[in-house]
Every structure is written in C-alpha cells, then in structure tokens.
C-alpha cells in the first residue's frame, strides 16, 4: 500500500501570453507578459497484493493492484488588465523591466482530473525455468472536469479503457534469451496550453501500443541486446488559424507510428573499465491523418538516429572517472500542412566529464561528485515542440557530496 500527497503554488507565476517581438538585431526586444497565479494539487493511494503458488511444476507469480489518484488546478480565468505588463529588454544583457506589482485577481477553477485503475498479472514460468509467459490486464476510468471560466459547475467528460499485457522470454542457454511482448497504455485527456487559440480546451485520453521484439547476449561481463519495436499513439498537432499571439490551435489529427531498432551493450571491460554504449535508429511518422494531408510526414521533433557512449575508469575503489558523449540527430519540426516548410534541426554532439571520490566523514561514507556537462560549450538547438525549439544548455558545473549514516 502507497499513498501519496503534492501541493505547488506559483504564487507569482509571468505567463507569456503575447509573444515577444525581436525589434532589431542587436537583439533588442519587446512584448506582453501576464501575472497569473496557479495552484496545483495532487493525491494518490494504492493498493494490492502479490503472491506465488505451484501448479504441477509450473510457477506462477501474481500481482492484483487497484489505484486512484485526484488532481485539482486553480488559477486566475480572467486576467484583469492590472496584470498585465509591457516588457523590454535584449537577449544579450537581459530586461531593465523592473519587477510587476501585483494585483490578486480572483483565483478560481480550471479543471479537476480523478483516475481509477486496477490491474491483474501473472507470470507462468515452466518447470525447466525456460521460459516466462506474463499475461495480464490493466483497467483505466477517468472523469476529467473542465470549469468555464471558474464556474461551480464545468462540462465533465468520463472515458475509460481496458487494456492487455502478454510477454513472453525464452532461455535457449544461461547466455542467451529472446523475449516478444505487447504492452497498451491510456493516457488521460490534456488540457491546451494558454499560447493557443484553444487555451483550456481538453484534448479527448489517448492510448499507446507497442509491439517489441528483441534478444540479450551475455559476452564475458558484457551483456548485449538488440531489439525491434513498432508503437502508434494519437497524433497531436499544431494547426495554424490567424496571425497574433494565438495564431494556433491544438487538435489530435490521426496517429504517430513509431518503427526502430535499437541496440545497447552494458558491464565490465576489465577490472578498471566499464562501459555503457546505445544507438537507435527510429522512423516516426504520422498516419491516419484528416484527409491524409499529413500521412507519411516525420513527427516533429524525433531525430532517427541517437546514440550514447559513457566510459567509467576505475583506478582504484575510491575513484572512479567518467566521460559521455551523446548524439543527437537531424530533426525537423513544423512538419504538417499548416506550415509551408519544415524548419530543420541539425544534429549535436556534447561531451560530458565527470569524477567521484569515496572518502568517509568521521565513521559516515561519504561520495563527492563533479561534473561538467557540455564541456566544450557548443550553441546547438533541441526541439521544444512541434513548432517551437530551444536554446541547448551552456557548459555547466555541478558539484554534490552524498553521506550514508
């Protein structure tokens, strides 16, 4: 049994409503901020039982779990034009804007979310230990209530969804295995952001398959494994209705399908080295869609090729040494029909260095850890939506100590 309980209060939160307008390119700018307050509240409880029993030889593991779990999101409806603020400023050296006053316009409801859940598993393992069968079932019931401008009363909406799980592992040898499995998922509804046209609107839940099928090789203290996955989920969109601020509106449009291969090696090189080494090729695009406008288009924002390399020296048992490379490939985004061309991403190589010693303080262990993220500092883009990208961190040093008592 687990129970859980989240409250967070942007007291003093600036939402962008109006989008900045970069004036010159000296890199002077100006636009219109909103203060809105926004309080978030969230509680959990779950429960269950797990167990074992023999049939003839045959093992069989099972779990039975019921869960629920409330949300609740207040903020400020209508923003009076108290709060809301013209702002100057550079990119370069920041804005001189002095900080707002606040004015506390009334808070009021936005929308509450309670989910149901249950789910019933068991693992069959055979008399040999050759082979694991997992079959199961997962059940979802949401009732999402979307207020109107704070009102006591808001359009509710209830959706539910059962969903099966079935896997299956086979051992041909202690060093080799193969394994085939079917997952589904259900995701509540979302409700749109405040940069849309659509602001507060609740998109409907969405469920996600995958189908994956894969084996693992163990090498000496190296273990492999290759997999081939094939997953499709509701495809959300941006689509374009005016020009201003609120030039978009969020709509689910068809579905994203994504079809990949990955393959990632993990364990000891010899006694001073490790290594953690992934790539995935992934092909990503949308199906299904309105008047097949949008099929065969790549979903926005997913690179096809990404990879990861992390090496860990271990010199003696009080140190160890690590570097990581990551690769990030080429990605579009705006990649629908509401946008004249897709606006391309390149891809990015950041190199990571970091170092931990084990010392003790007093009797108490003690771990003191470094890093430094970006090393080189490379400027480089990431997709931060379907139509929007971000600025990649700069270099950056972190330094933390961990105690066991």
């Known amino acids: 049994m687990n129970a859980g309980y989240h409250k967070e209060d942007y007291t003093s939160w600036l939402q962008q409503w109006s989008s900045r307008t970069l004036n010159d390119m000296a890199g002077n700018y100006t636009g219109v901020y909103t203060q809105m307050p926004v309080y978030h509240t969230n509680t959990y409880l779950g429960a269950g039982f797990k167990g074992k029993f023999m049939a003839g030889g045959w093992q069989n593991d099972w779990v039975v779990n019921v869960e629920r779990q409330d949300f609740k999101r207040d903020r400020v409806n209508n923003v009076s034009n108290n709060n809301k603020y013209n702002v100057s400023g550079n990119i370069y050296t920041g804005s001189p804007t002095p900080k707002p006053n606040v004015f506390w316009d009334p808070i009021t409801h936005q929308y509450t979310t309670v989910m149901y859940g249950w789910s019933v598993l068991d ?3 055979t008399p040999d230990k050759k082979v694991e069968l997992t079959l199961g079932m ?20 209830i959706s539910d969804a059962t969903s099966p799980v079935a896997a299956i592992v086979y051992k041909a040898s202690p060093n ?16 749109v952001g405040t940069s849309y046209n659509n602001d507060g609107a609740m998109l409907p839940p969405t469920k996600t398959k995958q189908n994956e099928i894969g084996m693992k090789v163990k090498s000496g203290n190296l273990l492999h494994t290759l997999s081939l996955f094939d997953i499709t989920q509701e495809n959300a969109i941006d689509i374009l209705v005016s020009e201003g601020p609120k030039y978009k509106v969020r709509a689910l449009d068809g579905e994203e399908r994504h079809r990949g291969i990955e393959y990632s090696v993990v364990g000891s090189l010899n006694k001073k080295w490790d290594a953690i080494f992934g790539v995935s ?34 010199p003696d048992d009080s140190w160890n ?22 606006i391309d991403i390149p891809s990015a190589t950041i190199l990571d260095l970091g170092a931990s010693y084990k010392t003790k303080w007093g009797n108490n262990p003690v771990t003191i850890s470094a890093m430094c993220y970006n090393v080189f500092d490379r400027d480089y883009w990431y997709a931060a939506g379907s139509n929007s990208i971000g600025l990649g961190a700069p270099r950056t040093f972190m330094v933390s100590a961990k105690f066991d008592f």
Not at 305 to 312: H, N
């Open 281 to 314: 090729y992934l092909h990503a695009y949308q199906n299904k869609t309105q008047g097949g406008v949008n099929d065969g288009r790549v979903v926005s924002g997913i690179p096809r090729l990404s990879g990861d390399l992390a090496l860990i020296y271990k």
């Open 176 to 191: 080799l295995s193969f394994y085939a499995d079917h997952t589904e998922t259900f995701t509540e509804g979302s409700a």
């Open 138 to 157: 997962h059940g979802h019931r949401v009732e999402t209530t979307n207020y109107d401008n704070g009102s006591n009363s808001g359009l509710r909406r």
């Open 123 to 125: 693992t069959i393992t």
């Open 321 to 342: 040494i690590t570097g990581r490379i990551n690769y990030t490939g080429t990605t579009s985004i705006r990649e629908t029909s509401s946008y004249a061309a897709p």
